[in-house]
């Protein structure tokens, strides 16, 4: 069924004024809901009133498995699901005999530890990917930025403060000064591209913005997401941040060592562990799976 002929854009829109107007920021949140109605439709063959169960359970089915997988959000799905099933209460209220097929569907096994893996973390294979696209790239700094954030779950504020003057070579290792107190040494991987990385910027901080200046939170996040989108086709399917790359790294940690001393060195709590934990068991890996990735490009 072509998008063309979909028979429901008048009372569609008098339920978005009625509904969602007042939740929608912006004429491009308007296009992408009304997108995910016409998208149904097609899936379905149908316009939305003449869907059945089947059909509809078909639909979600599809996301769900998707999330199962780690590839999308529960939340992306649950919030799909409810706009559905708002849409479907709407028309029962204005078609006679209508009944809303979505009121069969239930999205309550899509957990939270499962948003916890599917929307912060990356797993191993796009770990491996992201880091040898920004180092064939060349793109230095967002390279070494998520090498950082994955080997040593440093947090952005760490990175974003980090001077040459905190870099010192002891016995040939490369230890970071965080703060007084936390000191890290660099994993012998990452201290090959670290080297390799000092060696071409001047001194002071080591992250700096176009202008030379030291790049803030929203400069690193844009930095990150525009090199991250010349290699993942579809940002939606996880949240690639730094935040992931470190939370990545610290499930690696919790391989072989102590969680009390993991809790204590990234300032998660213990509850926070557990819960990535429970994530990856829960799609069928363990924390001892993610042993630490040696980066050789």
Not at 51 to 71: D, H, L, M, S, V
Request: glycine share 4%; net charge positive.
């Amino acid at each position: 069924m072509k998008r063309a002929k979909f028979e429901l854009i008048q009372l569609y829109k008098d339920y978005y004024l009625a509904e969602f107007l007042k939740t929608l920021r912006s004429e491009r949140s308007r296009i992408e809901y009304e997108n995910e109605i016409l998208s149904l439709c097609e899936y379905c063959d149908n316009i939305f009133q003449k869907i059945t169960y089947e059909k509809a359970n078909a639909y979600i089915q599809q996301f769900k498995n998707r999330a199962y997988k780690g590839e999308i959000s529960g939340v992306r799905v649950r919030n799909l699901y409810s706009y559905f099933q708002s849409y479907g209460i709407y028309l029962e209220q204005r078609i006679d005999d209508y009944q809303n097929p979505f009121h069969l569907i239930s999205c309550a096994d899509l957990t939270k530890a499962d948003d916890i893996l599917s929307v912060t973390i990356p797993n191993d294979n796009e770990i491996k990917a992201i880091l040898k696209g920004t180092y064939q790239k060349k793109d230095k700094r967002a390279f070494m930025l998520l090498l950082l954030s994955y080997r040593c779950a440093l947090t952005t504020v760490e990175l974003i403060n980090l001077k040459t003057e905190h870099i010192t070579l002891k016995d040939g290792w490369y230890m970071l000064a965080l703060t007084k107190d936390k000191f890290i040494t660099l994993p012998e991987d990452v201290a090959t591209f670290f080297k390799e990385y000092i060696e071409t910027i001047p001194e002071g901080y080591l992250f700096l913005n176009k202008r030379g200046r030291k790049l803030n939170h929203m400069t690193a996040s844009t930095l990150i997401k525009g090199a991250i989108g010349s290699i993942v086709e579809d940002l939606s399917l996880r949240d690639y941040t730094l935040m992931g790359f470190r939370k990545a790294g610290l499930l690696n940690m919790l391989d072989g060592s102590d969680d009390v001393e993991v809790s204590r060195y990234a300032g998660v709590s213990m509850n926070q562990l557990r819960n990535y934990k429970n994530a990856y068991e829960m799609r069928g890996e363990t924390a001892a799976d993610k042993s630490p990735i040696k980066v050789t490009l």
